[in-house]
């Protein structure tokens, strides 16, 4: 279609309640496209239903209104019009030749139903719309007009001009891509009826911790600007702009040119991807037979191949019918398979590439009963097209001492055979190995992942008991197996000297063997406190049980989260609560546990020979491991706070500490810096930051998701599956993430949907594969399964040829 004119079909949204059908010469309309940039035009509506002089908020708009179409290149330049009089709506001739409307009005029923008949004819035809602050009240009675605005204001929103903060989501829209992420500004801030987020494609946010929100606030997600493609044509809405100051401000100026700029066509913009219909959600296996593992096992972990193909493993864990085996005096105690599976999209069939015997198949009841070793991770070689080399981070079933109830970790390479789609057992080089104890549940981690210097980074939990500390610090020293302590982390997570509780980096050599790349956290050769302390595999340690993490190539930042403790609340003689945490990682450190958690809140430590009573506190700042299970260093780095960390009471708790730095803990004098999150039953799952491609298929997740960062939880009701933003100045020091959106409708959620999110990444066609776990602990199931998201939206709006001639 040429760029001069969108020719309208018939009218296919709602109509406006009671109002007759639209006056069939005006579906005739065509919404000009001048030839040139500068011959655009727009028009400034200002017309309100209340008597008297326009309001002084009118007249400072449109003058900015009006500078705006002078500003800027003169490809990008307009024409203004503004007008109070409604009858332009019924003047076809004369509203074709407008490429977007703005509505400066100050609310009420502003147009007769001929009136709005004309503007939806407009829309029709592929006509802008922009809607300013009040706005959002015109015509309050009209359904159509109400899809139009996207929202409208509840009545009881304050009024009272105050200064909050903008969260500037969207980076790449006209409106909001030269705005900062963090927008201080004056206004006056509208609370919506019903929150429009997911039905419109929400840019900006007001943070309402910034300010008082009144009864009926909108929560921490509260949308003040949005677009989305309606009805044929292009709608804008910002509720700000309530203040004469407003157009005065340079940047609220660039907000509205950007929004000018996509509603005239004079620039494209992508006002698709966060609506919820723009997503589809597939499920990929099928229900295992009965009996059998042989769609998917337990599910434990996913990668994708260049090729599309999904490898996914199960941990051990067989079907529900077969019995478990939890008697040590047997020599198969905890036997299963650890299976890998691979999911290929040409043909959309599952195939059991493999099974390792792995000591993870018991489950439930107990502590000292049920265990969480089995198949832990899977990567794939930078390389695979070539090699085929498959990593496996498990834990064999052949390696455990029922004596003493120790067992070998290791992380192994073995091949994929091109030809036969079978993983060749016989191939298996050993990497590296520790030894772990099996007495005692839990903490296992597993994940694992790839930076682009050919790095591997293995994430390991504690291999800690979860009991012994009241669901405080896991550093009771007293209770051991046969000499091996199994209730204090401060013996793995806190120890230099041993791999469990860490995340580990190595780097893959081709004979099957690794050496360490610089800049871990030790080298093994530290010659304090008389050397031989250290391993030099460490990157991270002080961390609990790291399920899953990832690498963004593109800045080779770590990314990870760790699931926390078991204390409901925050105790004033232990420490925090439960806090399950994800972090930025830019250069080794130390996190923390199970010394300090969250933002450096500190643990007690625990007495002997009775450690139920109190100690003084940990100092985050000089740790020291001085517990009789140490073989390590005694004073450790410093601890880096977390970015996100999340309580069942809420996001972020913070407390007044005293003048030594110590939290009170009190629940009552708790302030939430992270309103978005919300715990209880908790588990961390962390996610990939997403990268756009430009050269994957349409259903590629869409490229305003690029730089996000998916942080998520294994649970579903309050707890988090969210996208977000962190500063780079400061997330590598435990800065607060400075922007969050949800991605609940779009990951769906729910018994149905992907209850139990267990992994998640980006395949090489840009769309999302996630494993659900299933509905069942230590076992697969009829819901056990893997999924695959895609974008289904389309691309940027107005497609090229409808763009004004002259547009950049």
Same mark, same amino acid.
């Not at 024409?79 to 409604?86: H, W």
């Given at each position: 279609?040429a760029a001069?004119?969108?020719?309208?079909?018939?009218?296919?949204?709602?109509?406006?309640?009671?109002?007759?059908?639209?006056?069939?010469?005006?579906?005739?309309?065509?919404?000009?496209?001048?030839?040139?940039?500068?011959?655009?035009?727009?028009?400034?509506?200002?017309?309100?239903?209340?008597?008297?002089?326009?309001?002084?908020?009118?007249?400072?708009?449109?003058?900015?209104?009006?500078?705006?179409?002078?500003?800027g290149?003169?490809?990008?330049?307009f024409?203004?019009?503004?007008?109070?009089?409604?009858?332009?709506?019924?003047?076809?001739?004369?509203?074709?030749?407008?490429?977007a409307?703005?509505?400066?009005?100050?609310?009420?029923?502003?147009?007769?139903?001929?009136?709005?008949?004309?503007?939806?004819?407009?829309?029709?035809?592929?006509?802008?719309?922009?809607?300013?602050?009040?706005?959002?009240?015109?015509?309050?009675?009209s359904?159509?007009?109400?899809?139009?605005?996207?929202?409208?204001?509840?009545?009881?929103?304050?009024?009272?001009?105050?200064?909050?903060?903008?969260?500037?989501?969207?980076?790449?829209?006209?409106?909001?891509?030269?705005?900062?992420?963090?927008?201080?500004?004056?206004?006056?801030?509208?609370?919506?009826?019903?929150?429009?987020?997911?039905?419109?494609?929400?840019?900006?946010?007001?943070?309402?911790?910034?300010?008082?929100?009144?009864?009926?606030?909108?929560?921490?997600d509260?949308?003040?600007?949005?677009?989305?493609d309606?009805?044929?044509?292009?709608?804008?809405?910002?509720?700000?702009?309530?203040?004469?100051?407003?157009?005065?401000?340079?940047?609220?100026?660039?907000?509205?040119?950007?929004?000018?700029?996509?509603?005239?066509?004079?620039?494209?913009?992508?006002?698709?991807?966060?609506?919820?219909?723009?997503?589809?959600?597939?499920?990929?296996?099928?229900?295992?037979?009965?009996?059998?593992?042989?769609?998917?096992?337990?599910?434990?972990?996913?990668?994708?191949?260049?090729?599309?193909?999904?490898?996914?493993?199960?941990?051990?864990?067989?079907?529900?019918?077969?019995?478990?085996?939890?008697?040590?005096?047997?020599?198969?105690?905890?036997?299963?398979?650890?299976?890998?599976?691979?999911?290929?999209?040409?043909?959309?069939?599952?195939?059991?590439?493999?099974?390792?015997?792995?000591?993870?198949?018991?489950?439930?009841?107990?502590?000292?009963?049920?265990?969480?070793?089995?198949?832990?991770?899977?990567?794939?070689?930078?390389?695979?097209?070539?090699?085929?080399?498959?990593?496996?981070?498990?834990?064999?079933?052949?390696?455990?001492?029922?004596?003493?109830?120790m067992?070998?970790?290791?992380?192994?390479?073995?091949?994929?055979?091109?030809?036969?789609?079978?993983?060749?057992?016989?191939?298996?080089k050993?990497?590296?190995?520790?030894?772990?104890?099996?007495?005692?549940c839990?903490?296992?981690?597993?994940?694992?992942?790839?930076?682009?210097?050919?790095?591997?980074?293995?994430?390991?939990?504690?291999?800690?008991?979860?009991?012994?500390?009241?669901?405080?610090?896991?550093?009771?020293?007293?209770?051991?197996?046969?000499?091996?302590?199994?209730?204090?982390?401060?013996?793995?997570?806190?120890?230099?000297?041993?791999?469990?509780?860490?995340?580990?980096?190595?780097?893959?050599?081709?004979?099957?063997?690794?050496?360490?790349?610089?800049?871990?956290?030790?080298?093994?050769?530290?010659?304090?406190?008389?050397?031989?302390?250290?391993?030099?595999?460490?990157?991270?340690?002080?961390?609990?049980?790291?399920?899953?993490?990832?690498?963004?190539?593109?800045?080779?930042?770590?990314?990870?989260?760790?699931?926390?403790?078991?204390?409901?609340?925050?105790?004033?003689?232990?420490?925090?609560?439960?806090?399950?945490?994800?972090a930025?990682?830019?250069?080794?450190?130390?996190?923390?546990?199970?010394?300090?958690?969250?933002?450096n809140?500190?643990?007690?430590?625990?007495?002997?020979?009775?450690?139920?009573?109190?100690?003084?506190?940990?100092?985050?700042?000089?740790p020291?491991?001085e517990?009789?299970?140490n073989?390590?260093?005694?004073?450790?780095?410093?601890?880096?706070?977390?970015?996100?960390?999340?309580?069942?009471?809420?996001?972020?708790?913070?407390?007044?500490?005293? $003048?030594?730095?110590?939290?009170? @803990?009190?629940?009552?004098? /708790? +302030?939430?810096?992270?309103?978005? &999150?919300?715990? =209880?039953? #908790?588990?961390?799952?962390?996610?990939?930051?997403?990268?756009?491609?430009?050269?994957?298929?349409?259903?590629?997740?869409?490229?305003?998701?690029?730089?996000?960062?998916?942080?998520?939880?294994?649970?579903?009701?309050?707890?988090?599956?969210?996208?977000?933003?962190?500063?780079?100045?400061?997330?590598?020091?435990?800065?607060?993430?400075?922007?969050?959106?949800?991605?609940?409708?779009?990951?769906?959620?729910?018994?149905?949907?992907?209850?139990?999110?267990?992994?998640?990444?980006?395949?090489?066609?840009?769309?999302?594969?996630?494993?659900?776990?299933?509905?069942?602990?230590?076992?697969?199931?009829?819901?056990? $399964?893997?999924?695959?998201?895609? @974008?289904?939206?389309?691309? /940027? +709006?107005?497609?090229?040829?409808? &763009?004004?001639? =002259?547009? #950049?």
């Amino acid at each position: 279609m040429a760029a001069g004119a969108v020719i309208a079909g018939a009218l296919s949204a709602p109509s406006a309640s009671a109002r007759p059908a639209p006056d069939p010469a005006l579906t005739t309309m065509s919404v000009k496209s001048p030839p040139g940039g500068a011959n655009v035009r727009v028009l400034i509506f200002y017309g309100s239903a209340a008597d008297g002089p326009e309001a002084p908020v009118v007249n400072a708009g449109i003058e900015a209104v009006e500078k705006i179409g002078l500003s800027g290149s003169a490809a990008q330049r307009f024409k203004v019009e503004a007008t109070g009089d409604a009858s332009v709506f019924t003047n076809e001739t004369k509203l074709g030749r407008f490429n977007a409307i703005v509505f400066l009005t100050g609310g009420g029923d502003v147009l007769d139903p001929e009136q709005e008949a004309g503007l939806e004819a407009y829309m029709e035809a592929g006509g802008g719309f922009v809607g300013i602050h009040d706005a959002a009240r015109a015509e309050p009675y009209s359904d159509w007009f109400t899809g139009l605005i996207g929202a409208r204001p509840a009545s009881t929103s304050p009024t009272n001009i105050q200064r909050a903060t903008v969260e500037v989501g969207d980076r790449q829209h006209p409106a909001t891509k030269d705005l900062p992420v963090q927008w201080k500004r004056p206004d006056q801030w509208l609370n919506w009826v019903k929150n429009p987020s997911g039905d419109v494609h929400t840019v900006a946010r007001v943070r309402e911790s910034t300010y008082q929100p009144g009864e009926s606030k909108n929560g921490w997600d509260h949308p003040v600007s949005w677009c989305r493609d309606y009805d044929g044509g292009r709608s804008f809405y910002t509720g700000m702009g309530g203040t004469v100051s407003s157009y005065d401000e340079t940047e609220f100026r660039t907000h509205l040119r950007g929004a000018l700029l996509w509603t005239t066509r004079l620039a494209q913009a992508d006002c698709k991807a966060t609506i919820n219909a723009s997503y589809k959600a597939e499920r990929l296996t099928q229900p295992n037979q009965p009996g059998l593992n042989d769609q998917i096992g337990e599910p434990h972990g996913l990668v994708t191949a260049p090729d599309g193909r999904v490898l996914s493993i199960g941990r051990g864990g067989a079907d529900s019918s077969r019995p478990v085996i939890t008697d040590w005096n047997n020599p198969d105690v905890g036997k299963g398979k650890g299976e890998i599976h691979v999911y290929d999209p040409k043909t959309k069939k599952v195939t059991l590439a493999g099974e390792l015997t792995v000591f993870g198949n018991k489950g439930g009841g107990d502590e000292l009963i049920k265990v969480e070793e089995g198949l832990l991770g899977i990567e794939i070689d930078p390389r695979f097209e070539q090699n085929g080399w498959v990593y496996l981070h498990y834990t064999p079933h052949s390696q455990i001492n029922r004596d003493t109830r120790m067992a070998e970790r290791r992380v192994s390479r073995f091949t994929l055979d091109s030809a036969t789609g079978n993983l060749d057992l016989s191939s298996e080089k050993v990497l590296l190995k520790w030894p772990v104890q099996i007495h005692s549940c839990c903490h296992a981690g597993g994940g694992m992942a790839w930076d682009s210097k050919g790095n591997l980074y293995i994430a390991t939990g504690d291999n800690n008991s979860s009991r012994f500390s009241d669901g405080y610090s896991g550093n009771n020293p007293v209770p051991h197996y046969k000499g091996v302590s199994f209730a204090d982390a401060r013996r793995t997570a806190g120890n230099t000297n041993n791999l469990n509780g860490k995340i580990l980096r190595i780097h893959p050599e081709p004979d099957g063997t690794y050496t360490l790349p610089e800049g871990n956290l030790f080298t093994g050769e530290e010659t304090a406190e008389g050397g031989g302390k250290t391993r030099g595999e460490i990157y991270v340690m002080g961390v609990r049980n790291p399920a899953r993490i990832a690498v963004d190539k593109k800045t080779d930042t770590l990314y990870a989260g760790w699931v926390g403790p078991d204390a409901g609340a925050p105790s004033t003689t232990w420490g925090p609560a439960k806090y399950d945490t994800f972090a930025v990682i830019t250069k080794a450190g130390n996190r923390g546990w199970p010394y300090c958690m969250g933002n450096n809140q500190p643990y007690r430590d625990r007495n002997l020979p009775d450690p139920t009573k109190p100690l003084g506190w940990y100092d985050c700042d000089h740790p020291k491991n001085e517990s009789p299970n140490n073989d390590g260093l005694v004073n450790l780095p410093p601890v880096t706070g977390s970015n996100i960390w999340y309580s069942p009471q809420g996001g972020a708790p913070d407390y007044p500490r005293d $003048a030594n730095g110590i939290p009170s @803990y009190k629940q009552e004098e /708790a +302030t939430y810096l992270l309103p978005w &999150l919300k715990g =209880g039953g #908790q588990a961390a799952m962390n996610g990939p930051v997403y990268r756009y491609d430009a050269t994957s298929p349409s259903d590629a997740w869409p490229s305003y998701w690029d730089g996000k960062w998916f942080v998520g939880d294994f649970y579903d009701a309050d707890q988090p599956r969210n996208a977000v933003l962190t500063d780079p100045k400061t997330q590598g020091d435990g800065g607060l993430p400075i922007h969050s959106e949800s991605l609940k409708k779009i990951v769906p959620i729910g018994n149905d949907g992907i209850k139990n999110l267990m992994d998640w990444k980006f395949g090489p066609d840009g769309a999302l594969y996630v494993l659900d776990y299933g509905r069942g602990f230590f076992t697969s199931d009829s819901k056990s $399964a893997l999924w695959k998201v895609t @974008y289904t939206g389309g691309g /940027a +709006t107005p497609t090229a040829d409808q &763009l004004a001639r =002259g547009a #950049q």
